[in-house]
């Protein structure tokens, strides 16, 4: 689903900062060599993706969904000095795909790679995490919000993607329809919880953004 009228959307990409070379072949190569490419950030997201670690200037990052690594690159652009970044994937099919453009971006000593089950790996990160980002499997949205809220630095960012998914958040809900159903929970979850302070942005797919209090 386009939430925004093509023609507005095309105006609002051209008038956000380009990707980078690395980027774009980034991108170009997910597209060409990868499936479901469609999950890839991609320039507009990635550029507001940079622009919020950016702001918030993290020294730990947790990001759940590593995928071939572009956001992973566009939230290493804002880290603090002496700043990491901790990324799980379950696929390790991806990691060499992964590796050659960290290395390629600049920012390989500041990516951490994990292979695995993100519910069993998070336990055993021993940081205190300035930004997390939440963009794998739905169905785990509220487990991985419950497995980070107390590793999180107060006034730390949770950020989750495709709180949206595509519209179906406001539709009738298929009783089948696992993946929606969570994300409705995970949303209602975020709003209920006095722990944060949250607010839903439209951007592409959605993000729902929660500040530890």
């Known amino acids: 689903m386009e939430f925004l009228d093509k023609k507005l959307d095309d105006y609002v990409v051209a008038h956000t900062e380009n990707e980078n070379e690395l980027l774009q072949e980034l991108n170009r190569q997910t597209h060409l060599q990868i499936l479901i490419p469609r999950m890839i950030a991609g320039h507009y997201q990635g550029r ?3 622009m919020l670690s950016h702001m918030i200037k993290p020294k730990n990052i947790l990001e759940i969904g590593t995928y071939t690594g572009y956001s992973a690159i566009c939230f290493a652009e804002g880290l603090a000095d002496g700043g990491v970044i ?3 994937d379950l696929n390790e099919e991806l990691e060499s795909f992964q590796n050659k453009y960290f290395e390629e971006s600049g920012y390989r000593n500041e990516i951490v790679q994990h292979i695995g ?7 055993k990160i021993e940081s205190e995490f300035d930004l997390v980002y939440i963009d794998a499997d739905k169905e785990n949205y509220c487990n991985y919000f419950d497995l980070v809220i107390d ?3 107060k006034g730390g960012y949770i950020i989750a993607d495709n709180v949206l998914w595509s ?4 539709e009738p809900l298929d009783p089948k329809d696992e993946e929606t159903k969570m994300l409705l929970e ?3 979850k975020v709003q209920e919880d006095s722990r944060v302070q949250n607010v839903l942005l439209p951007i592409r797919d959605g993000l729902m953004v929660a500040r530890v209090l």
Do not use: C, E, F, R
């Not at 089950?117 to 336990?123: E, G, M, Q, R």
């Not at 519209?167 to 406001?170: D, L, N, T």
């Open 48 to 50: 507001v993706l940079s």
């Open 86 to 88: 901790h990324t799980i």
């Open 117 to 123: 089950n993100a519910v069993d790996l998070i336990p």
């Open 151 to 153: 590793k999180m630095a």
């Open 167 to 170: 519209g179906k958040v406001v």
């Open 186 to 188: 995970y949303n209602k």
